[in-house]
T-cell receptor
Framework: GQQLNQSPQSMFIQEGEDVSMNCTSS?????WLWYKQDPGEGPVLLIA?????ELTSNGRLTAQFGITRKDSFLNISASIPSDVGIYFC????????????????FGQGTRLTINP | DVKVTQSSRYLVKRTGEKVFLECVQD?????MFWYRQDPGLGLRLIYF???????EKGDIPEGYSVSREKKERFSLILESASTNQTSMYLC??????????FGSGTRLTVV
């Protein structure tokens, strides 16, 4: 199945550093989403983006929906230990048809490790 | 908040056993999904359902089946468990046109 290209695959940073990760696709999406998965848990939605060019913040997190609709990035400022986990991007197209259009296409994930 | 509940956090089953993984959501979502997650392979879609009694194959349906008799419940069935089905299984639900809400996952080990 289709997957997004998410990078980097892993990051090892010091507490307090800023983090940046991105996702690209060969096809356009109407919606971009970013999820975080804590160890041993299911992914939790962080930010949803619905319009090309949209820049949205959620606390220390900022995400943007690329102008071309083929990419998105997520930034985390001033990282803290609880930011550890796997971050997934996901794209979605909802064009009115029901079958198949509800599926999200996921990136491979970025595993974030923080050294205190 | 929407809640997606998976019946077991950890399961250990023997090769050849029939295994049922249950998922229940409490917000009247139309769509429900089953994924498996393996290191280095990301999230892979097994099956999804967009209505009661309706189901569609995902990317890796072989060795699995599903059942959706009620809107709130979506079951994943491993007809004859094999060791290569050892994995983390994630259930999710969504409204039409919106992102998913995931359950906490079931870590299945087949021995």
């Amino acid at each position: 199945g289709q997957q997004l290209n998410q990078s980097p695959q892993s990051m090892f940073i010091q507490e307090g550093e800023d983090v940046s990760m991105n996702c690209t696709s060969s096809s356009i999406f109407n919606t971009w989403l970013w999820y975080k998965q804590d160890p041993g848990e299911g992914p939790v939605l962080l930010i949803a983006l619905y319009k090309a060019g949209e820049l949205t913040s959620n606390g220390r997190l900022t995400a943007q929906f690329g102008i071309t609709r083929k990419d998105s990035f997520l930034n985390i400022s001033a990282s803290i230990p609880s930011d550890v986990g796997i971050y997934f991007c996901a794209g979605q197209n909802y064009g009115g048809e029901i079958q198949g259009a509800q599926k999200l296409v996921f990136g491979q994930g970025t595993r974030l490790t923080i050294n205190p | 908040d929407v809640k997606v509940t998976q019946s077991s956090r950890y399961l250990v089953k023997r090769t050849g056993e029939k295994v049922f993984l249950e998922c229940v959501q409490d917000m009247d979502h139309e769509n429900m999904f089953w994924y498996r997650q393996d290191p280095g392979l990301g999230l892979r879609l097994i099956y999804f359902s967009y209505d009661v009694k309706m189901k569609e194959k995902g990317d890796i349906p072989e060795g699995y089946s599903v059942s959706r008799e009620k809107k709130e419940r979506f079951s994943l069935i491993l007809e004859s468990a094999s060791t290569n089905q050892t994995s983390m299984y994630l259930c999710a639900s969504s409204l039409v046109g919106y992102g998913y809400t995931f359950g906490s996952g079931t870590r299945l080990t087949v021995v």
